[in-house]
């Protein structure tokens, strides 16, 4: 990459002067935690892609923290994250009225007061240019991670320090509203969501446009056939034929996912037995969770012999329901609490049987009225899903745009430069020469002198940005 005029190509372990630390967090065991303690133990957790979380609740005393000679974070201290999701991640850390230390897979960068803008170096570390350079110094199999010494090797473009000055703020303001409009989208994902709970409740109470339907309340068993399905087990007897098998993944609220279907080998009449029919009702048994239980969706015949396993429950309607109307009704609040019911467990789990999905009571209109419903429900999830699609484009061209700001943030595209700034050459040279006045590389761990405690927090830190600005939040077109 070309870089513009006064900016320096640098690793990361070159921007911390003699003041500053770059060094991992402290090795933390849960024996050396205590819930009672004044000490803060912020965690993995805590590392946002750009914000810190604020979700650990762990703690230690302060004179465990002295013990083990932990660093005390400061207010903005670089946090970035070894571990994924995502991995190299980074935050500033907000500050506390209690002193708080953090754990070995956070990275601590203080910038000092000669270094460069803490702000911009954290959105720097997650801009696409460098989190594309932490994954291919990442390591590992099953838990990817990056070392410190590797982090330190990371590249970044350095631009002069009044120019990283106007990168944060510029930078700041355009999030702020993207963030804004982010969570509007957000809003009306949810108001979209509620829509469609309260036509699934019309459903169930029979309203039509002037008028609400007369029904009545049945059990399912006395207007459906229910059945389990087959188990998988390790020891069948292959019989050489294999056919389409539906799972518990297979199956969403209202509607199914058939782009990973598994197969199994079926004995002499189990396929009669146990094949689908247009309109059979797949149930989901349960996974322990109460928002999940019994969710349901029709079976549309898209693949010809197929069969289900055990953990779904098949309702097949008689001749009183309407396969749709169906679908519908099971998937409305009234079935829904009504599964919750009978599906918790003394254990807190929550799962369904046969028996408990025949003892649900639904109401059962007249054909005529079935098919009136289904229609004006069908019309409005033909809204509901047109305004899911715009919003599910919206937010995704909203992940595009915050990609791309970053991006030309560190490019040198998102800010004039000025001839009359003083290059970043200057500012690591002079890092350079304080680091080898002092001896060399920056610190790696800065331990406290005396105990902390409650009466004696850490000291301020000495910022080396501007204040932050204030941005104004306001619709973005997306």
Not at 14 to 41: A, H, M, N
Not at 303 to 315: F, P, S, Y
Request: charged share 25%.
């Amino acid at each position: 990459m070309e870089l513009p005029a006064g900016w320096m190509m640098a690793p990361l372990s070159d921007l911390v002067p003699p003041e500053g630390i770059f060094t991992d967090g402290d090795w933390v065991e849960s024996k050396d935690q205590d819930p009672e303690g004044y000490v803060r133990l912020t965690q993995l957790a805590d590392v946002g892609d750009g914000f810190f979380r604020d979700r650990s609740k762990r703690s230690m005393t302060s004179e465990k923290a002295d013990e083990l000679r932990c660093t005390f974070l400061q207010e903005g201290d670089i946090l970035v994250a070894r571990m994924p999701d995502p991995l190299g991640r980074a935050c500033l850390y907000p500050g506390s009225k209690r002193p708080a230390v953090t754990v070995v897979d956070v990275c601590v960068i203080r910038t000092g007061q000669s270094g460069v803008n803490n702000r911009w170096l954290m959105w720097a570390i997650n801009s696409p240019q460098v989190r594309q350079q932490i994954h291919s110094y990442q390591t590992g199999t099953t838990r990817k991670r990056i070392s410190r010494k590797n982090l330190e090797k990371v590249e970044l473009a350095v631009p002069p320090l009044a120019e990283q000055h106007r990168i944060v703020e510029a930078l700041e303001g355009h999030l702020s509203r993207l963030d804004a409009a982010s969570v509007n989208v957000k809003r009306c994902t949810t108001r979209t969501d509620h829509l469609w709970s309260a036509t699934l409740n019309s459903v169930a109470e029979g309203v039509l446009p002037g008028r609400r339907v007369t029904s009545k309340t049945l059990y399912i068993s006395e207007v459906a056939e229910v059945s389990g399905g087959i188990q998988k087990q390790k020891k069948r007897i292959p019989i050489r034929n294999a056919f389409p098998f539906l799972r518990v993944a297979n199956v969403a609220r209202g509607r199914l996912d058939l782009s990973n279907i598994h197969e199994i080998e079926l004995f002499d009449g189990e396929l009669e037995k146990h094949r689908l029919e247009h309109g059979d009702l797949l149930v989901v048994e349960g996974n322990g969770s109460p928002d999940q239980i019994g969710r349901a969706a029709s079976w549309n015949g898209a693949v010809k012999n197929a069969v289900h396993q055990n953990h779904l429950i098949r309702v097949r309607p008689g001749n009183l329901l309407l396969p749709r109307y169906l679908e519908l009704i099971w998937n409305s609040p009234l079935v829904i609490n009504q599964l919750r019911e009978v599906a918790r467990s003394t254990s807190g789990l929550y799962t369904l049987s046969t028996s408990k999905v025949k003892a649900v009571k639904i109401p059962v209109p007249s054909l005529q009225d079935q098919m009136a419903l289904v229609e004006s429900a069908d019309t409005w999830e033909t809204c509901t899903s047109s305004a899911r699609s715009s919003l599910q484009h919206a937010s995704a061209r909203s992940k595009s745009l915050h990609r791309a700001i970053l991006s030309r943030a560190f490019t040198g595209h998102l800010v004039p430069q000025d001839p009359a700034d003083e290059p970043a050459s200057v500012l690591l040279d002079c890092i350079r020469a304080e680091r080898q006045a002092q001896g060399g590389k920056p610190k790696r761990a800065r331990r406290p002198r005396k105990t902390v405690t409650a009466d004696a927090p850490p000291p301020p830190p000495a910022s080396s940005t501007l204040p932050s600005t204030t941005a104004v939040q306001q619709e973005l077109p997306l």
